[in-house]
């Protein structure tokens, strides 16, 4: 069975740090790009980051671009996400989601962890 | 990043077609064939509809069809059903650097 997991989720103060894993099973994670996605409560999806399957390219949003880290580790078929200067409007739903057999579109997900941004 | 336009909210009866529209720009949506559609369930993860701008992953109903001109894509439903009620979210590659871009999303509701 495909399945994204993701974990690391959690409550941080305003310029604290949380590193998200999300751990991948049942598909060919070394080939496929990789991408976190969020979605702050009650509003829309907005894209945050993307990885290779190499990691030997990494792109990301205009919001977390110098504060947000996206990483792999294919021997352990895990994605990461370290997340500092951590401010309030981070605070969402974040997803980890795949590319499998549907270039440019990312058609498996996984079901979201949370951050909540807050003193 | 600027997010994708879309109608903030899309209606129609059972059995009707209806179109959801996502403009962007020469840097996006127009410059690359590139754009796929989501469907989200209220409490659910996102579903992929379609992507690169026409093509259904399998499963996904023959309902869903997509297409686009100059900078706007589109996605139409046909023959609505009960169960398509829900957030309808474009995405497309863009030149700008972030890879990526979402729509704002759009609401369906099936009257």
């Known amino acids: 069975e495909v399945q994204l997991v993701e974990s690391g989720g959690g409550l941080v103060q305003p310029g604290g740090s949380l590193r998200l894993s999300c751990a991948a099973s049942?598909?060919?994670?070394?080939?496929?790009?990789m991408t976190w996605a969020r979605q702050a409560p009650g509003k829309g999806l907005e894209w945050v980051a993307n990885?290779?399957?190499?990691?030997?390219?990494?792109y990301y949003g205009d919001s977390v671009k110098g504060r947000f880290t996206i990483s792999r580790d294919n021997a352990k078929n895990s994605l990461y996400l370290q997340m500092s200067s951590l401010r309030a409007e981070d605070t969402a739903l974040y997803y980890c989601?795949?590319?499998?057999?549907?270039?440019?579109?990312?058609?498996?997900w996984g079901q979201g962890t949370t951050v909540t941004v807050s003193s | 990043q600027s997010a994708l336009t879309q109608p903030a909210s899309v209606s129609g009866s059972p059995g009707q077609s209806i179109t959801i529209s996502c403009t962007g720009t020469?840097?996006?949506?127009?410059?690359?064939?590139?754009v796929s559609w989501y469907q989200q369930h209220p409490g659910k993860a996102p579903k992929l509809m379609i992507y690169e701008v026409t093509s259904r992953p399998s499963g996904v109903s023959t309902r869903f069809s997509g297409s686009k001109s100059a900078n706007t894509a589109s996605l139409t439903i046909s023959g609505l059903q009960a169960e398509d009620e829900a957030d309808y979210y474009c995405s497309s590659y863009t030149n700008s650097g972030t890879h990526y871009v979402f729509g704002a999303g759009t609401k369906v509701t099936v009257l």
């Open positions: 049942g598909l060919p994670f070394n080939d496929l790009w």
């Open positions: 990885i290779k399957g190499d990691g030997s390219e990494k």
């Open positions: 989601a795949g590319t499998i057999a549907t270039p440019h579109g990312m058609d498996v």
């Open positions: 020469s840097s996006d949506v127009g410059g690359y064939n590139y």
